[in-house]
Nanobody
Framework: VQLQASGGGLAQAGGSLRLSCTAS????????MGWFRQAPGKEREFVAA????????RYADSVKGRFTISRYNAASTVYLQMNSLKPEDTAIYYC??????????????????WGQGTLVTVSS
């Protein structure tokens, strides 16, 4: 499956952005999906994930209550709605897919497919 992330850009602290990740090449509902991010000089870290149906989600503590992950299988797209943005949210955001679609995972190693990333910059 190929993943294409979009929607990044510049936002002010307290603002909002919505990221999208569109899949192609395989049946989208065959995959659990996740969002990760990587800030300069830091390791890639988990942000949010959901199962193939979207019924089960998981969030990193740092974004809980501010970010919402969702998916629309008919459009082969997963979203990350980011509200109340903070400067520390600045990073390249990556979407990822895993074949174990019935459970969620926060581990980078459990995702087989990755998008190219989209840059989010939050100014103070």
């Amino acid at each position: 499956v190929q993943l294409q992330a979009s929607g990044g850009g510049l936002a002010q602290a307290g603002g909002s952005l919505r990221l999208s990740c569109t899949a192609s090449g395989r049946t989208f509902s065959d995959y659990g999906m996740g969002w990760f991010r990587q800030a300069p000089g830091k390791e890639r870290e988990f942000v949010a994930a959901l199962t193939w149906s979207g019924e089960t989600t998981r969030y990193a503590d740092s974004v809980k209550g501010r970010f919402t992950i969702s998916r629309y299988n008919a459009a082969s797209t997963v979203y990350l709605q980011m509200n109340s943005l903070k400067p520390e949210d600045t990073a390249i955001y990556y979407c990822a897919a895993r074949r174990r679609r019935h459970s969620v995972s926060s581990s980078v190693d459990e995702y087989e497919y990755w998008g190219q990333g989209t840059l989010v910059t939050v100014s103070s």
